[in-house]
């Protein structure tokens, strides 16, 4: 069995962590990730709901994963994500029995102390070395450092995991976690080799029985190769990768273009029949992620999709990648 601080810290089998995911993160993939030995956890905005509501639908799918599993879990507090009173957003968390946050999206001084105070475990997730540093400095037990591989939001300095994951073990003296391009027990092992305590995933977790985004999302992941992902919106600093889809594309062209104004114009015009409020670039990741739109949806997944073969539960993931990475270490 692989033990590390990580293991410790935050009682798990082995130290494979759910990645926090913006709509794709559902309680029901928490419990099986958690059930699989890892640690499960819940996103800030599982599925989408209003701002105003947002702490009460993350309640509800905290609940349905306590219902499956009485393993560790976790909820992910993205800070651009749960609105304009994390700390109440937190108490939540506290009144449900999270023990576990992780933090990410922001500056790890805007809530370590408080979670800290509340007993809790916290990990901050970062992109650089200085950011690493600073989540040291603020009383941050796990960092967590994602690659330039990794789906979703990027870092603007796109540091490849290759070279992250050693840099911040190197400046750091709490445990680090590895992220970005991870999905499978090479990678596991590999980053442990660079001198990670453990993994995070996100894209591995996707085509699983157990998360709950469209089926269309889940074959698009199965049959994508290494070329199956795109870097999109760099002009408008939200670098964000996504599958490439017609509409990711389109996005891709704009940037090399420099078609700032045309780009806005296509977010704006997403279609909205999700009803759902907020940013219109969070209804196209609805309509990629629950709809099922591959032609003019987002759906953000990470390079490690090509080693997604078919869809199976997330325990399994979790079983999968830990056994062909103890049959290496
Ligand atoms: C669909 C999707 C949504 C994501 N949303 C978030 C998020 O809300 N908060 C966050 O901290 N990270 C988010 N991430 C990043 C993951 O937590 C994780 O670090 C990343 O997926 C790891 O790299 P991988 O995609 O190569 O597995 C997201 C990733 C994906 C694929």
Redesign the pocket.
């Known amino acids: 069995m692989i033990k590390t601080r990580v293991t410790e810290l935050l009682g798990i089998e082995t130290p494979i962590i759910e990645?926090?995911?913006?709509?794709?993160?559902n309680g029901e993939l928490a419990a099986a990730v958690s059930n699989g030995g890892g640690l499960g956890?819940v996103?800030?905005?599982p599925g989408w709901s209003k701002q105003s509501e947002r702490t009460k639908n993350v309640r509800q799918h905290l609940r349905r994963a306590k219902a499956l599993t009485d393993k560790s879990l976790c909820a992910?507090m993205?800070l651009q994500?749960i609105g304009k009173n994390p700390e109440r957003h937190l108490d939540m968390l506290v009144e449900e029995g999270v023990k576990i946050v992780?933090t990410?999206?922001g500056s790890p001084g805007v809530l370590t102390q408080t979670a800290k105070d509340y007993g809790l475990t916290v990990m901050h997730?970062v992109a650089n070395v200085r950011q690493a540093r600073r989540s040291e400095d603020s009383g941050v037990d796990i960092v967590?450092c994602?690659?330039y591989?990794?789906?979703?939001?990027e870092g603007a300095d796109e540091i490849t995991s290759m070279v992250l994951i050693p840099s911040v073990v190197d400046a750091v003296s709490i445990p680090v976690v590895g992220?970005?391009?991870?999905?499978n027990g090479r990678g596991m092992v590999a980053a442990l080799a660079l001198g990670a305590e453990g993994i995070?995933?996100?894209?591995?977790f996707?085509a699983t029985t157990e998360c709950h985004v469209h089926q269309n999302f889940k074959q698009a992941i199965v049959e994508a190769d290494d070329t199956g992902t795109v870097m999109i919106q760099r002009m408008i600093g939200r670098l964000s990768?996504v599958i490439k889809t017609p509409r990711a594309l389109q996005f891709q062209d704009m940037d090399k273009r420099g078609a700032a104004g045309e780009m806005q114009e296509l977010m704006a015009t997403t279609p909205s029949d999700a009803n759902i409020e907020g940013a219109p670039t969070m209804d196209a990741q609805w309509h990629g992620?629950m709809g099922g739109d591959m032609e003019n949806g987002e759906?953000?997944?990470?390079?490690?999709i090509t080693f997604v073969q078919e869809v199976k539960s997330a325990s399994d993931v979790v079983r999968d990648i830990t056994a062909e990475a103890e049959a290496l270490a």
């Open positions: 990645g926090g995911m913006a709509i794709a993160g956890v996103s800030s905005n992910n993205s994500l992780v990410s999206g997730v967590v994602e690659g591989e990794a789906g979703g939001i992220a970005g391009g991870i999905g995070q995933m996100g894209s591995a996707l990768r992620q759906a953000a997944a990470g390079q490690s």
